[in-house]
């Protein structure tokens, strides 16, 4: 493995070395907290796993992380989970993410591109002065800390506006994208029970208006403890009756007041599906993300001041949060609200163009779209200020790199990382000093130990193992909404290794130090980095009364695609004709996501399950990857051996 591919597809110059903020780091670090001077990335990311105290104490000092009240030391108690980070310590993650507007009043903070793709900006002074004003209408609402905030929004400056006021009050933010439909929502929103809701008319996408009303009344009446419903009039109509108006909550002239909260107070709540039950409501704190997403975004993204940072993403992926998140470097974020692929294959590099984009963050779906496509971004774009792509939601297949290096630049940074929704982060990726291999991914992230275990805890080197991470990173979640003994939080993370984060995903770490992810380990459905339980799905397509029951697997192709079948069983007299198709898809479009509509729908004789009664998806999906059956499953574990034949069969015909 770690010989496959011996020469660097790129390599930084010795002057892109220097000037990195994480070279600088390194030799500041090593003066002030003991990091070695010597050795590189390689060795100040042992000092950073190693010295967990000293690096992160060195991380707040870097980016002048101001406390309104000193921490007694670094990490109170260090067990996984439940770390205990800077106790003692009160801060505000807004005040943080608009300290530019201090010193560049009039630069833009955000730059807002709809499917015009004509960029329109919002100024840092202007940004600051809307959060004011949304921040003391939110207190006179009666919002106080740790109410919940949500928004039903798409990727639009108002949705940055109210996640800052939200978080200036210490109030928690949680959001999804309005092509999901009411159900997904409300398995969400209810969850945590928000005091305001945020929310657009409609949203326009591929050229077409797409009315959200009715889905707004629905979430209304079933969303019992809000207070307070703000219209943002995306299409133009009215505020329906009850509703105020997003102008007239944004309109006064007023400093944010930041309230100083715990650094483990939670800012957001964010959504992961497990294979049952409601999505996990992962909640994460405001000093551990402004801690997390400093030096993510500041070292290894290399952002600063004089970037653009463009990552294609909706509100209801954690990439979105992540991409707000550049503010608190002093970047200008790049809002894109809109088809990815509209009007045509081409459309990211156009917005990457006309934005002056430096860091251009997209999926490896899209990049293998482009390829597939014939698309010529330096052809047919000039991508002159972009120094990085970064590509996350699935690993990008070695074609990938190589399309990137011929198609965009040959002296380009191609940063594939990947991380989770869980800790809103990398776990591995982008390191602006190290080279780039093809199919693999740079390097660990600081302070963050990563491993690949077998099933027995022993470490691997050029060998596929679980994704481990064996210190805490201040990300991690503080807890899931509504598990108030933890087990879930234990379960999904604890159970197979005690106190070791295992993710979920398979991984290489070679002997050269970089990092190849293998896809997810479990059954969760990862569809262009949005994942959804499969246990969503079963619920909207079981309703209909012609499907007995169902099985959806989502399985990574070696070509970099992700192909998700759904297999029904249908109630005797029932057929699989294009009327029953039609209302399967129609059914996941508007009850979920159109994003998980799957890509073929194939009847079978029945649905395997454990002796338990658990659907068998692990085992499906190893199956449709290939594996023989006696390695796939224990048979002594299935209700009925026979029924994984036809699955086998499957695999067998499509190779």
Request: hydrophobic share 40%; glycine share 10%.
């Amino acid at each position: 493995m770690s010989t496959a591919n011996p020469q660097p597809l790129w390599r930084p110059d010795p002057q892109r070395i220097a000037q990195a903020q994480i070279t600088k780091f390194q030799t500041w670090a090593a003066e002030h907290h003991g990091a070695p001077a010597l050795g590189g990335y390689p060795a100040l990311h042992r000092w950073s796993v190693d010295e967990l105290e000293a690096f992160w104490k060195a991380v707040t000092e870097w980016f002048d992380v101001r406390f309104t009240s000193p921490y007694a030391r670094v990490l109170g108690d260090r067990s996984m989970p439940g770390a205990e980070w800077f106790p003692g310590a009160t801060l505000n993650y807004a005040e943080h993410a608009l300290r530019a507007a201090g010193t560049r009043a009039d630069e833009p903070a955000l730059l807002h591109v709809d499917e015009t793709h004509e960029p329109r900006p919002v100024t840092w002074s202007e940004l600051r002065r809307q959060v004011g004003s949304l921040a003391a209408e939110l207190r006179a609402l009666g919002v106080r800390p740790g109410d919940r905030i949500s928004g039903y929004l798409p990727n639009i400056p108002e949705a940055v506006v109210a996640l800052l006021a939200t978080a200036a009050v210490g109030a928690v933010w949680t959001s999804c994208a309005p092509d999901f439909g009411a159900r997904s929502v409300l398995d969400r929103f209810q969850q945590v029970e928000p005091v305001v809701l945020f929310t657009v008319d409609g949203y326009r996408y591929g050229g077409k208006e797409h009315d959200r009303s009715d889905v707004v009344a629905e979430l209304r009446r079933e969303l019992p403890t809000l207070r307070a419903v703000v219209h943002i009039p995306l299409l133009g109509t009215e505020a329906p009756e009850g509703a105020l108006e997003w102008s007239g909550l944004t309109s006064a002239d007023v400093a944010p007041v930041f309230e100083p909260v715990p650094f483990d107070h939670p800012l957001w709540v964010l959504y992961s599906s497990g294979t049952t039950g409601l999505p996990k409501a992962i909640v994460q704190s405001q000093g551990g993300i402004l801690v997390e997403h400093l030096k993510q975004l500041g070292l290894h993204c290399d952002l600063g001041p004089g970037d653009r940072f463009f990552w294609y993403t909706s509100t209801g992926w954690m990439m979105w949060n992540f991409l707000v998140s550049g503010l608190l470097t002093g970047t200008t974020i790049i809002l894109y609200d809109g088809s990815p692929g509209y009007p045509d294959t081409g459309a990211q590099w156009r917005i990457a163009e006309r934005t002056g984009a430096t860091l251009f963050g997209t999926s490896a779906a899209y990049v293998m779209a482009c390829r597939k496509a014939g698309v010529h971004p330096s052809r047919d774009f000039d991508l002159s200020t972009v120094q990085c792509v970064a590509t996350t939601g699935s690993p990008l297949p070695p074609d990938g790199f190589r399309w990137l290096h011929d198609e965009v630049r040959e002296d380009l940074w191609i940063a594939s990382v990947s991380g989770g929704t869980d800790v809103c982060s990398c776990f591995a990726g982008a390191v602006p000093t190290l080279p780039v291999h093809i199919g693999e991914l740079q390097a660990p992230c600081l302070g963050t130990d990563l491993q690949s275990w077998d099933p027995n805890g022993t470490p691997l080197i050029d060998e596929v193992g679980e994704l481990v991470v064996t210190n805490p990173m201040p990300s991690m979640p503080i807890h899931f909404w509504n598990d108030p003994d933890g087990s879930r939080y234990h379960d999904s993370y604890f159970a197979m290794y005690p106190g070791v984060w295992r993710h979920g995903d398979w991984i290489t770490l070679t002997s050269r130090g970089s990092v190849i992810i293998h896809g997810r380990s479990d059954s969760t459905l990862n569809r262009q980095g949005v994942r959804m339980g499969s246990a969503d799905i079963y619920e909207a397509v079981e309703r209909l009364p012609e499907i007995k029951e169902s099985l959806v697997i989502g399985v990574e192709q070696p070509d970099g695609g992700y192909w998700m079948p759904l297999f029904v069983q249908l109630t005797p007299g029932a057929a699989l004709d294009d009327a029953l198709l039609g209302r399967i898809k129609g059914t996941i479009r508007e009850q979920l996501s159109p994003r998980h509509v799957p890509d073929e729908v194939i009847e079978v004789p029945g649905i395997p399950h454990t002796l338990t009664g658990k659907r068998i998806e692990v085992p499906v999906k190893r199956l449709l990857q290939g594996t023989p059956l006696d390695k796939a499953v224990n048979p002594g574990s299935v209700d009925d051996l026979d029924l994984l034949r036809f699955y086998e069969e499957l695999a067998r015909k499509r190779a």
